[in-house]
């Protein structure tokens, strides 16, 4: 009768049948019986909407069956409308086109939401990099006053994205280092030395070794990047790229075993994402030549990090992560092999 009204029909004698046919290629509206051999109305109803491909189809139940009982069992499948035989075509075929052109609306809603997601998505993600690329310029300047490549805040970032990513195979970390944790971490890890900007360069690009008052004041840039980062997530309190890098500017330089500043925090009180940066930036810092120092290779950085020299001790790093620094220092000497000039 729908095949003569101009409905493309696909008639199935099983709900086997039915659901492999739905499967292969899916339909805009179903019309089920109940009574059926083999596998019933409900049944076909309930393997389909556990379907993803299936879900969305709607199911009009046409059963002989009148005890409230079952068509109350039919919605609870997921059906959406129950005609009764005996019927009239009028009435099947408006329930037909009722049901057709609200699973239409419904698609065309979909896709304009869609639309509209895309649309935000791509909105936000200028805003968002042109956001960075500001930040980044302002760090960037920050850095090169000590740093003439200028590249040390793209190498740690590098370093922070790998080691991250490795310990996200440890069980232990695995629950703590989702996806948004790690995108933070990559675009805030420049941000750790932003507090530079405060140092006098008599002090920053002194050539002799500090004096004990001027390594307290180098000490502040801690502080300083943290309290300026702090103002800016209280003005946009959902950046939380912004939160994270203000835990690092102020953290980066605490040491696991309670040694480091700018407050003495110990183990577990420190901040993981400072805990990774401070892997990172102690490795680049052995890696790189200074005007007090030269500038050692992988295997003795690592060697320094893991064993310690006097300056540098093992305890500085949480006993969890050194291990997983070790196992990747190979993709931290690729990064700084790359960028290094």
Same mark, same amino acid.
């Given at each position: 009768?729908?095949?003569?009204?101009?409905?493309?029909?696909?008639?199935?004698?099983?709900?086997?049948?039915?659901?492999?046919?739905?499967?292969?290629?899916?339909?805009?509206?179903?019309?089920?019986?109940? &009574?059926?051999?083999?596998?019933?109305?409900?049944?076909?109803?309930?393997?389909?909407?556990?379907?993803?491909?299936?879900?969305?189809?709607?199911?009009? =139940?046409?059963? !002989?069956?009148?005890?409230?009982?079952?068509?109350?069992?039919? =919605? %609870?499948?997921?059906?959406?409308?129950?005609?009764?035989?005996?019927?009239?075509?009028?009435?099947?075929?408006? @329930?037909? +086109?009722? %049901?057709?052109?609200?699973?239409? &609306?419904?698609?065309?809603?979909? @896709?304009?939401?869609?639309?509209?997601?895309?649309?935000?998505?791509?909105?936000?993600?200028?805003?968002?990099? *042109?956001?960075?690329?500001?930040? =980044?310029?302002?760090?960037?300047?920050?850095?090169?006053?000590?740093?003439?490549?200028?590249?040390?805040?793209?190498?740690?970032?590098?370093?922070?994205?790998?080691?991250?990513?490795?310990?996200?195979?440890?069980?232990?970390?695995?629950?703590?280092?989702?996806?948004?944790?790690?995108?933070?971490?990559?675009?805030?890890?420049?941000?750790?030395?932003?507090?530079?900007?405060?140092?006098?360069?008599?002090?920053?690009?002194?050539?002799?070794?500090?004096?004990?008052? #001027?390594?307290?004041?180098?000490?502040?840039?801690?502080?300083?990047?943290?309290?300026?980062?702090?103002?800016?997530?209280?003005?946009?309190?959902?950046? *939380?790229?912004?939160?994270?890098?203000?835990?690092?500017?102020?953290?980066?330089?605490?040491?696991?075993?309670?040694?480091?500043?700018?407050?003495?925090?110990?183990?577990?009180?420190?901040?993981?994402?400072?805990?990774?940066?401070?892997? !990172?930036?102690?490795?680049?810092?052995?890696?790189?030549? @200074?005007?007090?120092?030269?500038?050692?290779?992988?295997?003795? *950085?690592?060697?320094?990090?893991? #064993?310690?020299?006097?300056?540098?001790?093992?305890? %500085?790093?949480?006993?969890?992560?050194?291990?997983?620094?070790?196992?990747?220092?190979? +993709?931290?000497?690729?990064?700084?092999?790359?960028? *290094?000039?």
């Amino acid at each position: 009768m729908l095949g003569d009204r101009g409905y493309h029909v696909r008639p199935v004698p099983s709900g086997k049948l039915a659901l492999k046919a739905a499967a292969s290629e899916p339909p805009d509206l179903v019309l089920l019986d109940i &009574s059926m051999p083999d596998m019933d109305g409900f049944e076909v109803c309930r393997q389909m909407k556990e379907d993803p491909r299936l879900r969305e189809v709607p199911v009009i =139940f046409i059963s !002989a069956l009148t005890e409230t009982e079952g068509k109350l069992k039919a =919605f %609870h499948r997921g059906g959406v409308d129950y005609i009764t035989k005996p019927f009239q075509i009028e009435e099947v075929e408006a @329930r037909v +086109e009722t %049901h057709l052109a609200l699973r239409r &609306s419904q698609a065309e809603l979909a @896709r304009y939401n869609h639309y509209l997601e895309q649309l935000v998505e791509e909105k936000v993600r200028e805003i968002s990099e *042109s956001q960075l690329a500001t930040i =980044f310029a302002m760090v960037k300047l920050a850095e090169s006053r000590d740093d003439e490549t200028g590249t040390h805040i793209w190498r740690v970032r590098e370093y922070c994205l790998s080691l991250a990513n490795a310990m996200r195979d440890d069980p232990s970390f695995r629950d703590r280092l989702g996806d948004s944790f790690v995108r933070d971490l990559y675009n805030a890890a420049p941000l750790h030395d932003i507090g530079k900007v405060g140092i006098s360069d008599l002090i920053l690009l002194k050539p002799d070794r500090l004096t004990p008052e #001027e390594y307290e004041i180098i000490k502040t840039h801690t502080t300083i990047g943290a309290r300026t980062l702090e103002e800016v997530r209280d003005r946009y309190p959902r950046n *939380s790229f912004i939160a994270m890098g203000a835990e690092i500017a102020l953290s980066h330089h605490e040491h696991y075993d309670g040694t480091g500043y700018p407050r003495g925090l110990k183990g577990e009180e420190i901040p993981l994402a400072a805990q990774i940066m401070a892997v !990172a930036d102690v490795y680049d810092a052995l890696r790189s030549p @200074r005007r007090y120092k030269p500038a050692f290779d992988n295997a003795e *950085s690592v060697r320094i990090m893991t #064993e310690g020299d006097g300056r540098t001790s093992p305890k %500085h790093f949480g006993p969890r992560i050194l291990p997983i620094f070790k196992r990747v220092a190979s +993709e931290f000497d690729a990064v700084y092999t790359k960028l *290094s000039g």
